[in-house]
């Protein structure tokens, strides 16, 4: 018998508490439950009868759509919430996407916002009855956030998260937390705690992290919304692997006041988490975005800039310039990202827009810069991922070895599973399973040296942008957005990690960064063509990595939209254009 503070029996009885707030009602009958061996399940809630018509034209609408219709009166939050909460205790069932239920708050709250409705003939906010679902590292009163630690349960909020705070203002409704990986720092949504989150087009494969399990939950349409954070890649990966829009916003557009985070760091200048929504529409990032800019969020969060929405942002001409990165200049995109660009050029091209190609060559000295940075007299994270666990022995090691590294090997900053430190020093290699490497803090003039640095990379970056349209093609405008993938692969297997990625320009620069889908793999048109040759050894070894599209059957594929920093307005509106002329094919 386990010790009953043991991290297993931890695990087992939150896991436990976790299926016990799951109705009887909606727990999927053996009888149609899809076999294990089933890989998607992306169409259950439609083909199975287990929904009624009006669950699943609620469940299915964009978030936009809900608040229209709750505050016409055409839908009640009660029905909205009770529907949505259903069909996320199936997707906890198939996916194992949820860390907390909060369903009966949910149908409280719902009821007290229909009340209000009915008695005063108004909404209380922006998003009157609408419920979004959380990443569990956001604070509710009373509710753990554990971010995969199993030392951290049992420890409720004891206040909720800023932005929590702001959107319940705007009438929001609170159902489920949704599971991340130990460290927050992992392309592999997995920890000891609740287990691992699966991707519902193929269950082979990762949704990616650290958002998975909010990126499995939106997909699955079992959230209208969901509300992550991203450094390295949180919400831009996890987007691109799951078919989702999303928004990596500039530091201090969205409070990230009281949220949990592995180290010190997180909330320092070395690198900059920001507050970012997944969603399946454009729209629904709009609402998102400009909702909390209306709720004045400097006012309870210092570090928020004081910067209203500027619709006059969102005003775009006629015919943009947009730049493509076929990768970095080290490492190339596989197959089905490089149709995704071929796509995208063709569409746009027809569309009117000028297009030229830029390949983002920073990205690799971004990566090297991050590697150093992260490491500093400020923020020593060598540190941090050992002491959030230092009271339940093994809990980091086996966390580790559930995801080949991707949580102790994460302390390090150097294992696979971490968007963090996947090419550090152009290393990416695989640290082995319970391991952590040793880095050593940096002294004060070290770190001077590296903000130094960032600052000139910066610079090179921004002047290279303005004399792009001197280029042919861009028809004499300065580029508006830079189009490239988040990962040179779309979604992997477990255990895979994410070897290589092109997610670290964004977090260092602090660029406003889109994401939005394109596509999805395609057994035929995706194999390495016979006459592919590699522009370097890493670029040999990412293609082996990814071998044959069987590997990521299913898997739909997006690509990132680089603005300027502080363009939240503009690169959402250019995620709107997206939308409309390069659409989806699948």
């Known amino acids: 018998m386990m010790p009953p503070d043991s991290w297993q029996a931890v695990a087992a009885r939150k896991q436990a508490q976790r299926?016990?707030?799951?109705?009887?009602?909606?727990?999927i009958p053996a009888s149609i439950r899809p076999p294990a061996d089933v890989a998607s399940v992306q169409d259950f809630a439609r083909d199975s009868a287990f929904f009624t018509e009006d669950e699943l034209r609620i469940t299915e609408a964009t978030a936009s759509e809900v608040v229209f219709?709750?505050?016409?009166?055409?839908?009640?939050?009660?029905?909205?919430?009770?529907?949505?909460?259903?069909?996320?205790?199936?997707?906890q069932q198939l996916l194992n996407c949820l860390t907390e239920v909060l369903f009966d708050d949910a149908v409280?709250?719902?009821?007290?916002?229909?009340?209000y409705f009915l008695q005063t003939g108004r909404t209380v906010g922006l998003l009157h009855g609408l419920p979004i679902s959380l990443s569990d590292q956001f604070w509710l009163k009373g509710v753990d956030s554990t971010i995969g630690y199993v030392a951290s349960a049992d420890k409720p909020a004891a206040e909720d998260s800023t932005v929590v705070?702001?959107?319940?203002?705007?009438?929001?409704?609170?159902?489920?937390?949704?599971?991340?990986?130990?460290?927050?720092?992992?392309?592999?949504?997995?920890?000891?705690?609740?287990?691992?989150?699966?991707?519902?087009?193929?269950?082979?494969?990762?949704?990616?992290?650290s958002s998975g399990g909010e990126a499995a939950l939106v997909t699955f349409r079992a959230s209208f919304l969901g509300v992550g954070t991203d450094i390295g890649g949180s919400v831009r990966h996890p987007c691109s692997f799951t078919g989702l829009y999303g928004l990596r916003p500039s530091h201090g557009r969205a409070p990230h006041r009281r949220v949990s985070t592995t180290y010190a760091a997180g909330q320092t200048d070395v690198l900059r988490p920001s507050v970012a929504p997944l969603c399946r529409?454009?729209?629904?990032?709009?609402?998102?975005?400009?909702?909390?800019?209306?709720?004045?969020?400097?006012?309870?969060?210092?570090?928020?800039?004081?910067?209203?929405?500027?619709?006059?942002?969102?005003?775009?001409?006629?015919?943009?310039?947009?730049?493509?990165?076929?990768?970095d200049g080290v490492v190339a995109p596989t197959p089905p990202l490089r149709r995704a660009l071929d796509m995208v050029r063709a569409r746009l091209l027809a569309a009117g827009h000028g297009v030229i190609e830029h390949t983002a060559h920073e990205v690799r000295e971004a990566d090297e810069i991050i590697g150093r940075m992260a490491w500093t007299a400020e923020g020593n994270g060598g540190d941090e991922?050992?002491?959030?666990?230092?009271d339940r022995p093994g809990e980091l090691s086996m966390s580790s070895s559930s995801s080949s590294g991707a949580a102790a090997a994460a302390a390090g900053l150097k294992g696979g599973g971490g968007w963090l430190g996947a090419g550090v020093g152009g290393g990416g290699g695989l640290a082995a399973p319970g391991t952590t490497q040793v880095v050593r803090a940096q002294t004060v003039s070290e770190t001077w040296q590296n903000q130094q640095a960032r600052s000139l990379l910066f610079r090179k970056w921004s002047d290279r942008w303005e004399r792009t349209a001197a280029r042919p093609?861009?028809?004499?405008?300065?580029?508006?957005?830079?189009?490239?993938?988040s990962t040179p692969f779309p979604a992997v297997r477990h255990d895979r990690g994410l070897p290589w990625h092109y997610g670290q320009l964004s977090p260092l620069l602090d660029l406003t960064t889109g994401v939005f889908p394109v596509t999805k793999v395609d057994l035929v048109k995706d194999v390495v063509p016979p006459d592919w040759r590699p522009i370097s050894d890493k670029d040999l070894e990412i293609m082996k990595f990814y071998g044959r599209p069987e590997n990521h059957e299913n898997a739909l594929v997006g690509l990132v939209l680089i603005g300027r920093r502080l363009e939240e307005e503009?690169?959402?509106?250019?995620?709107?254009?997206?939308?409309?002329?390069?659409?989806?094919?699948?």
């Open 385 to 390: 991922f050992p002491r959030r666990g230092a």
């Open 69 to 91: 219709r709750v505050a016409r009166a055409e839908w009640t939050a009660l029905q909205v919430t009770t529907a949505v909460c259903k069909r996320a205790a199936v997707a």
């Open 281 to 327: 529409s454009p729209d629904d990032v709009r609402l998102f975005m400009a909702t909390l800019a209306a709720l004045q969020p400097w006012r309870l969060d210092p570090l928020c800039l004081h910067l209203p929405w500027r619709v006059d942002q969102e005003r775009l001409p006629p015919r943009l310039c947009f730049g493509l990165s076929y990768g």
């Open 108 to 115: 409280a709250r719902a009821k007290e916002l229909d009340a």
């Open 473 to 485: 093609g861009a028809n004499g405008r300065v580029m508006d957005a830079l189009i490239m993938p």
């Open 165 to 209: 705070q702001l959107l319940r203002d705007a009438g929001a409704v609170f159902y489920a937390k949704s599971n991340v990986p130990t460290t927050l720092t992992s392309g592999e949504t997995v920890n000891g705690l609740f287990g691992r989150t699966v991707n519902p087009r193929n269950r082979t494969l990762s949704p990616g992290g």
């Open 570 to 586: 503009k690169v959402t509106a250019m995620l709107k254009v997206m939308e409309q002329v390069v659409g989806v094919d699948y």
């Open 19 to 27: 299926s016990a707030k799951i109705p009887a009602e909606w727990r």
